[in-house]
Nanobody, 119 residues
């Protein structure tokens, strides 16, 4: 079973930066895509950024140019570098990884990490 551990959230002032980390562990698994979602108070969960093994990188318009997603294949980790943070970026951020384990598809989520941006 693939499991995710997230870290890196916190409180930061507007204009500041934070880096989120998510590491996948398990046995005999491959990764198709690694993604970051967020869910703000009273809002639906939305895709922030994704990195696909075969289809490149995508960003939400609201974070394009401010956030960078990248991965470390050796560590099976994905990172979200967030810069020029705004109060509207305040959300719980979730890591999501999809792929195959023992020949079967999987779709797993991290526990979520709170990011709070003060004005």
């Amino acid at each position: 079973q693939v499991q995710l551990v997230e870290s890196g959230g916190g409180l930061v002032q507007a204009g500041g930066s934070l880096r989120l980390s998510c590491t996948a562990s398990g046995s005999a698994f491959s990764i198709t895509a690694m993604k970051w979602y967020r869910q703000g108070p009273g809002k639906q969960r939305e895709l922030v950024a994704a990195i696909h093994s075969s289809a490149g990188i995508e960003y939400a318009d609201s974070v394009h140019g401010r956030f960078t997603i990248y991965r470390d294949n050796a560590e099976r980790a994905v990172y979200l570098q967030m810069s020029s943070l705004k109060p509207e970026d305040t959300s719980i951020y979730y890591c999501n990884v999809v792929g195959y384990s023992h020949g079967m598809p999987y779709d797993v989520w991290g526990q979520g990490t709170q990011v709070t941006v003060s004005s």
